[in-house]
Structures are given as structure tokens and as C-alpha cells.
């Protein structure tokens, strides 16, 4: 059955991560835009923990996870978001419906595995317009993102430690958009950016595991070097004639377009996490990601009252099955996740820190059996802050995702 629905699927996937326009937050603007979570619901659902290997879903989060798979695997996530926006100038609402990864994983030896997905990396989608006192009127609007496209290799050195690797290209284009109209004055002021960007970076990841006082231990480690973007920026700049908000105004006088190339450097980050429970059972973990964010950059060097500090993750959360292999009884086989985040998300605005919170949870339903499933789950959080004139988010994410199994690549005896 997966390997009916995998080529449909994959091409549609292709489709809207590129088409997809997956967040509404004015934050989007700065950097290269809101940093996705690059991780599958079913460890999203556990705050974002990812300490545990396991022989049937996909951990994106550590390469070394990839060598427990036990079977072929096919996962795909998506999700809906909505969103209050707050501000001392007025409140607002969004909606989101996004796809937010696609992978395969394929045991190739009895201890290794390759992998290979597509994930949104970063996401940019605001429309912003006010007007001052003084009758000026102001839109901002924004779009694109960066997607990575990756492939992982994963091996069991012995029972208790397994290694990883991921290799990622990353790639894509975010196109802003800036006009402003003085009243009194016939013509308005536009000003379109748009910047290409693509790099490489490399992910390492390892993974330990023992058994202490009967319960499994589990203990976590990943390193993600700096790396660069190549930043390709090209900057027009119009006279326009007054246009109704949604309505494209028309062009009077162009000048000359203005191009440079610049280097975004994505930060290092590395990961410590650990694990304590009995498998497929019950599990509890707790995670910590530092970001180095500190030398990350905008895509121009003209953002003003912009700038980032070194950030992390913290992440706590787990998972209960009542019983993995009762025969009857399906809701005794479902698993039950939850988790908690907090994170200092690096980039600083108007001398604030903007923080990102949220709990988590949800349900994993089989499908035909043990292996195969469905997941289900809300993350509800708040991010930013109303002070300094910025915007406080509120929102809630409804997150599904699909873990397909099936053993690949066997020679069929009788036809």
C-alpha cells in the first residue's frame, strides 16, 4: 500500500512546500524569516523531545535515530494554525493550513539505514498597514521561505550506541514588499526586495541506551556546525500612484534596480537531552538546544532596531502506551503524548528579548496493526511580547501526521 500512495503524495508535497505561505507573524520579517520546527508530530507533540529512538516512527531531530528503524518508512506531517495578534494599536486574526515535512527512511543493512525528506526550514508571510496621525499610510507584506532538502545515514556501532549523519541543501526565496504614501503628496514610495538564498549544512547526532534497574536510559547528543547562506538581494524602488489596500498600485517611475550578494550565517547549535521510562511503554525525557544565534544576520544591513543574542530550547515530555500488543482492546494500544517548550528564540527587538512558549499534546492511532499510523495532536503557545510597541501571538496548531510501514525491496518468491 505505501508504495502505491508514495509518488502522489511525494509530488503534491513538492507542490505546496514551495506554493505554501506558512506563517503570519510580523517576526517573520527579520533574519531569514520564523524558524520551523524541523522535527515530526510525534515528537513535536512531546514539547519537541527527541531522545528516544524508535523502530517504527522517524526522529528528524537526530540522525542517530535512523539506524532503529526496522522497517521502510514513509512520514508526513501537516498542520493548521490560528493566530490572535496583539498590539497597543489594534488586535487581528490569521489562519494557516501548511504541509510541514516529508521523509523516507530505508533500513539497507542490518544496522544501518538511509533517509532522505524535504522540510520548510523558515517561513516569512505578514501583511502589516497603519496610518499616523498625520495621515500616513504605511503597508508591509511579506512572503517565501527557506526549505531543506536532506539526506541521513544512521548506524548501530552495538546494542548501545548508534551514530548519525545528515547532509542538507537549503534553499528558497523571500520577497518583501514596502509602500508608503504621504498624504498631500500626489505619488507614493514603493520599495520591493527580493533575496535568493541556498547553502549546505551538516548535522551530526549520536544516541546511547542501557538498561538501569530493569527501566531503559536514554541519552541524547547532536551537533550542528555553522554554516553559510549565499544571500542574493535585488532592490527596486517605484514611484506609485495611490492603490486600495489588496489592489497592486501602478507604476509611474522606476529606478535603478540595486543588486549585492551578501552571507547569512546560520548558527551552530548543539543538543544534550536524556530519557528514563520502559519502551514501548512509558517514557519521559528532557531536552536542551543551544543556539549560537548571536552572529545570525537580516537579509539587509539596513533593518533598523533589529538584532540577535545566543538562544535555546528547552523541551520536557513523553509518551504512554497501555498496552503495545494486546490483541483486544484497540484504545489500549494508542499511544498518549505530551510535553512542554520554552524557548529564547535569539532575535532581539527594540532592546526585547521575544521568547516562544507552548504545551503540547495528543494521540498516536494505529493503522492495520502495530506498525503504521496516525497522529494527532494541539500545541497551544504565545510568542513575543506587547511591550516596546512589538506583537504578542497567541496560537493554537491542530498537527497530523502519517507514519506508513512496510518492508521494501523483497524478492517475491511466487508471482
Do not use: C
Not at 66 to 79: D, E, P, Q, R, V
Request: charged fraction near 20%; charge should be positive; aromatic fraction near 14%.
Amino acid at each position: 500500500m505505501i508504495k502505491k500512495i508514495l509518488l502522489p503524495v511525494v509530488l503534491l508535497f513538492s507542490l505546496v512546500t514551495f506554493a505554501q505561505q506558512a506563517t503570519s507573524s510580523p517576526y517573520s520579517f527579520y533574519g531569514i524569516g520564523d524558524i520551523r520546527f524541523k522535527g515530526t508530530v510525534e515528537n513535536r507533540l512531546m514539547g519537541g523531545v527527541a531522545v528516544f529512538p524508535d523502530s517504527i516512527h522517524m526522529n528528524l531531530q537526530n540522525p542517530a535515530s535512523y539506524s532503529g528503524l526496522k522497517l521502510s518508512t514513509f512520514a508526513i506531517g501537516s498542520g493548521f494554525n490560528a493566530t490572535k495578534l496583539h498590539s497597543f494599536q489594534g488586535d487581528d486574526k490569521a489562519q494557516r493550513t501548511t504541509v510541514d515535512y516529508m521523509a523516507i527512511g530505508m533500513p539497507i543493512l542490518r544496522k544501518s539505514t538511509v533517509t532522505f525528506g524535504l522540510i520548510p526550514y523558515s517561513s516569512v508571510g505578514y501583511k502589516i498597514s497603519n496610518t499616523d496621525a498625520l495621515g500616513t499610510i504605511r503597508r508591509f507584506q511579506g512572503r517565501g521561505g527557506l526549505n531543506k532538502v536532506f539526506v541521513g545515514y544512521g548506524y548501530e556501532i552495538n546494542k548501545q550506541l548508534s551514530v548519525g549523519l545528515d547532509l542538507s541543501y537549503n534553499f528558497g526565496t523571500i520577497k518583501t514588499d514596502n509602500i508608503k504614501y504621504i498624504s498631500g503628496i500626489q505619488y507614493g514610495a514603493e520599495e520591493v526586495n527580493e533575496s535568493d538564498m541556498s547553502g549546505l549544512s551538516v548535522k551530526i547526532g549520536a544516541i546511547y541506551q542501557r538498561k538501569i534497574n530493569k527501566h531503559d536510559f536514554f541519552a541524547s547528543a547532536t551537533f550542528m556546525p555553522q554554516s553559510n547562506l549565499r544571500n542574493r538581494n535585488a532592490r527596486n524602488v517605484y514611484t506609485v500612484e495611490y492603490a486600495e489596500e489588496g489592489v497592486s498600485p501602478t507604476i509611474v517611475d522606476a529606478f535603478d534596480q540595486i543588486q549585492l550578494t551578501n552571507t547569512i550565517k546560520l548558527p551552530t547549535q548543539f543538543s544534550l537531552g536524556a530519557g528514563y521510562g520502559t519502551a514501548k511503554k512509558w517514557l519521559i525525557g528532557t531536552e536542551i538546544v543551544f543556539k549560537q544565534s548571536n552572529s545570525f544576520g537580516n537579509r539587509f544591513q539596513d533593518v533598523n532596531q533589529a538584532s540577535f543574542e545566543n538562544g535555546f530550547v528547552y523541551s520536557l515530555g513523553g509518551y504512554y502506551i497501555p498496552n503495545y500488543s494486546a490483541f483486544s482492546g484497540y484504545f489500549k494500544k494508542v499511544t498518549y503524548r505530551a510535553g512542554l517548550r520554552y524557548e529564547k528564540t535569539g532575535m532581539v527587538i527594540r532592546n526585547e528579548s521575544i521568547m516562544d512558549q507552548a504545551v503540547t499534546g495528543g494521540f498516536g492511532f494505529p493503522l492495520g496493526g502495530l506498525f503504521s499510523n496516525i497522529n494527532l495532536g494541539v500545541e497551544y503557545g504565545k510568542k513575543g511580547t506587547a511591550k516596546a510597541n512589538l506583537v504578542e501571538e497567541k496560537y493554537t496548531n491542530v498537527i497530523m501526521s502519517f507514519s506508513l510501514n512496510d518492508k521494501w525491496f523483497v524478492q517475491r518468491k511466487f508471482d
